[in-house]
């Protein structure tokens, strides 16, 4: 596994992840993001070195974006955690533990950064995801709101 900042020729291959993965979510009832993705957000992340690509066999297979703060979820807070965001794998890697992978990594990458959790919110109302993000370790802190969505906030601690 390969895991690096993607660059802005990797816009459209990340965009079409999101919108895989969006797709997917749809089949479950829910919305996630919006489709296609707005590839002009993703150029922004790139500019901001937040957007990662993990490859897989030289094959992309993942995305996620890594902040190091994150205000509107999580509040002013100290510089003690990265906050995950769109962690998105292609269905065709589904199943085979990318996605375990991929959060030991960013886990060791906190700790390059000295700090000591890993955090990510995800939608309340779908059962599988939060089971899933339990099942990688992380424990629920919270809820928000903001009239039409809700989310739950979850933290992991890497071991420091």
Not at 97 to 107: E, H, K, N, P, Q
Request: proline share 4%.
């Amino acid at each position: 596994m390969n895991v690096r900042l993607a660059t802005l020729d990797d816009v459209p291959a990340v965009a079409a992840i999101l919108d895989e993965a969006t797709a997917f979510v749809k089949t479950k009832g829910t919305e996630q993001w919006p489709v296609p993705f707005p590839q002009d957000e993703l150029r922004e992340r790139v500019a901001r070195d937040e957007l990662y690509l993990v490859e897989l066999d030289g094959e992309t297979a993942a995305t996620f974006t890594l902040l190091l703060d994150d205000p509107w979820f999580w509040g002013a807070r100290e510089a003690d955690a990265v906050y995950l965001h769109k962690l998105a794998i292609r269905r065709s890697y589904a199943g085979r533990g990318l996605g375990m992978r991929v959060v030991a990594w960013i886990a060791r990458h906190a700790k390059t950064c000295g700090r000591a959790f890993i955090r990510l919110d995800c939608q309340r109302d779908l059962p599988g995801i939060r089971r899933y993000y339990e099942g990688l370790g992380f424990e629920l802190q919270g809820e928000k709101e903001n009239g039409r969505f809700a989310w739950a906030l979850y933290e992991l601690a890497v071991d420091a």
